[in-house]
């Protein structure tokens, strides 16, 4: 992503204070003052500069200007003031976008416009009487990564559709940008594919109800794109794969007890031409479905026992000269699968494991760091990562399906991505992190709750200064900012004992 | 939803109906039945259901009839648990060989307690005669009507072609303690009626028969009181954040239509910060040094006007509430506000309390039992009052929820011959990661040392879902299915414990509540055949 095109500048020309504190993220500028301007809904209009890149027809700012009108101000109908009473006060009567460098039907297109909209309805308030105000403000903001992701594991639990659509409005709202679509996994396959019907038809929950369909996949990408969020996507090999099996016979490696195969299965087999051919061709649909520049290829994981007891493998090995080493033989699937990814067009994340059992990657490849403590404690795979001059991903620290007593968002809040040891250089390697909501426990029954607003946290981490890190302030905003969340209806869940105005209520 | 098989054939020829004495290694073969009943025999035969012409309706021998609302409003909503959440497949009739079960006659054989509110000695017992074409649910009073209905329910599932189906069976079922209830906590954070409304519907489906309605706290005091209305006013997070009268009525009621006991709970003298506000010099001033700091204590136990106010209070609450128990709290009384305050100091002299603070606090307690004895109320207080030496009158139900040694805690309270609830290992509030239902679910009540007579003064236990951190957005998924766990617990036989065979019903109960708009949190990866929807 272009970094110019990464900042946002917004200034209201007549503006107010009282609400500013309610910002979240909190912008890397900001200057405000006790003067407020009301604001009248049936008055209010956003509008294109004259001299913006953008203007109207615009599809993602079109339907932002009605979504954030609605956000705003309800749906309701709104009087018309009493002209007396107008005539006392300049109003704000409409906000003027000037965007610099168009881009309206690319895809990470216009998100800091986005971004400012948002930034923008955090700072409308609301008086007793119902009047909306504004106080006069001056921010300017831009994220402090680029890459602010949130991963969402839909193989564990199978989440409906409306449950995806519901997360990614509320990560426009805190302003991530980057939606982790851990599509597949062991338990279930319920991603439907063209080239492979069978793996869903075999491979998930349910063929008829728990599937994503061609139309969902582009459900999901067109509603991430109109809010700013890339949506990438994780089709996590050779281990992680047991769903893939029952729809892809052969695919998956024989395990064997003894001189006998067991009847169960390990990773895909690597040794197999018919493997790749596999790939090749379900990663050229992947890669066509998915617009994104990445795909996620996982990596995390494989457990080396199956293929051990395999005899072909264990003859492949010698082969190929691997002699004991299974990482060896790990490197080789990962090589191979690279490869066809790259000749694609698409660049690739990767878990750290691929990082860390020395597979050969390209130099553009990014490493995603998950583990807490092993090999190394996460700050020094950092350190290890960028000093092989690869950029990095952090989400060890940020693993928001473990859960416990109390205000844990804290510690993931205190997290400081950059404190490893490094050169400048290294430190410009990690481009962000991604907050992770693994699925074993988690469904759409208790994912909102479990999700917001302690992901809220990440968020802000990964957007605001490096210099925000106090609790106390971030307290305050982040229980305001999730009572801002059950105003627009989302079940983001409290920080602590209090209450927020409008509660949420059951249907 | 998945059929097991039975596996018994060698009995086949002898019966129609086939024996099985619940075993605990195949408990589970019986469709998710949770919690499961005291006998359970089940035959392979099977009966189809038709929504069409099935019909919940009362026997000629039954003591009630259709004016009795309880079983009128129950017929209706186990009709719409049974048929109503699926689409009705109409199947070729050809596949539904099975023999057709076309009605639930339901029989109360005593006096059936039809307009009566539930209580601790109220008769759960049912017996269940599931045979086509005619199914008969026997009960002694109502409320076994209710929790037969229940397992009526859950005996019926959808096979694959979509036909409702049941097994003929025989249960006789009935509670290993009286006492099973799910504590909220509206002082922490404001619930509103709906979700408590949920709570009392996902209670039922767990035959939980106690609501513990922590109502007010130091947070705020959202009950409007009729006779100090000033309480909630001042004392509430805010005038949309409170309980009216009608509130109250409401929760009531729908419990009481679901065989669930409404325990109130004012919790004083300390955890009443909130009194305060609405409630001028009911609160201990605390001092710093000789003048007052301006923070304020416990209640103010040495003034008449506290009493009289209590008074008026708990006689308000003991009309409003029609339960015969009132929980008076009593926990974690601070002193140090009591020390500061120098007409308290006065007054530990005049009583000779000398400076041992407790005996300030038997004081106050022993009045406020006092009064609740005038009202006609029995009580029910936390662990510390009995810790603390007050003389308990007989019959005063002690709540032990400290962790530490909860079974030691037992052992004393039993064997001065008080009744205990127990809730100590039942903090769901604590969440942990993974699997914590398990922990719950395997604590035994009477494990701890004493005379048969006193382990049958456990008269049960509560789960409680203190409020700190939930609220509205994550009570229902917190809640259930983990809170199902103490209710199986308190249900079942003491010999049901196998974590496994818990582990596949409550995987099946649990899809059944989320099927029932309860959203119930998965136990572990997987999948329900209807997820909740949001």
Known sequence: MAGSALWFFLLLAAALAGRATALWPWPQYIQTSDLRYPIFPHNFQFQYHVSSAAQPGCSVLDEAFQRYRDLLFGSDFWHRPDPAEKQHTLEINSLVIHVATPGCDQLPSLESAENCLETFSQLVWRSPEGTFFINKTEIEDFPRFPHRGLLLDTSRHYLPLSSILNTLD??????????????????SFPYESFTFPELTRKGSYNPATHIYTA?????????????????LVEFDTPGHTQSWGPGAPGLLTPCYSGSQPSGTFGPVNPILNSTYEFMSTFF???????????????????????????PDIQDFMKKKGFGNDFKKLESFYIQTLLDIVSAYGKGYVVWQEVFDNKVKVRPDTIIQ?????????????????????FRALLSAPWYLNHITYGPDWEKVYMVEPLAFDGTPEQKALVIGGEACMWGEYVDSTNLVPRLWPRAGAVAERLWSSKLVTNLDFASKRLADFRCELLRRGIQAQPLNVGYCEQEFEET | MEQRGWGLPRLLGLLALLAVQVPRSSASSYMGLWPLPLSVEMSPRLLRLSPENFHIGHDSS??????????????????????????????????????????????????????AFPNVSSDESYSLLVKGPVAILKANRVWGVLRGLETF???????????FTINESNIVDSPRFPHRGILIDTARHYLPVKTILKTLDAMAFNKFNVLHWHIVDDQSFPYQSITFPQLSNKGSYSLSHVYTPNDVRIVIEYARLRGIRVIPEFDTPGHAQSWGKGQKDLLTPC???????????????????????????FNEISTVFPDHFIHLGGDEVEFQCWESNPDIQKFMQQKGFGTDFKKLEVFYIQKLFNIISTVNKGSIVWQEVFDNNVKLQPGVVVQVWKYGDYAKEQSRVTAEGFPVLLSAPWYLDYISYGQDWVKYYNVEPLDFDGTSKQKTLVIGGEACLWGEYVDATNLTPRLWPRASAVGERLWSRQDVRSSQDAYKRLTVHRCRMVRRGVAAEPLFTGYCNHEDRV
Request: net charge negative; proline share 5%; glycine share 6%.
């Open chain 1, 215 to 231: 139309q969902d996949v582009k459900e999901v990408i067109e509603y991430a794109r109109l809010r700013g969020i890339r949506v």
């Open chain 2, 153 to 163: 329910s859950q005996l019926i599932y959808q096979d694959s072609y979509g036909t």
């Open chain 1, 369 to 389: 760091v998950w583990r807490e403590e092993a090999p190394v404690s996460y700050m020094k795979e950092l350190e290890l990562v960028t000093n092989a001059s």
């Open chain 2, 287 to 313: 001092y710093h040094g000789h003048t007052q700091s301006g923070t304020f204590g416990p209640i103010n136990p040495i003034l008449n006007t506290t009493y009289s106010f209590l008074s008026k209070f």
């Open chain 1, 170 to 187: 509320v990560m426009a709202y805190s302003k991530f940008n980057v939606f982790h679509w851990h599509m597949v996994d062991d338990p």
């Open chain 2, 62 to 115: 039954s003591t009630a009839g259709p004016s009795c609302t309880i079983l009128q409003e129950a017929f209706r909503r186990y009709y719409d648990y049974i048929f109503g959440f699926y689409k009705w497949h109409r199947g070729p009739a050809k596949s539904h060989a099975a023999p057709e079960l076309e009605q639930l006659l339901v029989s109360v054989v005593l006096d059936s307690q039809c307009n």
């Open chain 1, 284 to 310: 050229l649909e992947v890669s066509s479905v998915f617009p994104d520049f990445y795909l996620h290829l996982g990596g995390d994981e494989v457990d080396f026992s199956c293929w051990k007891s395999n």
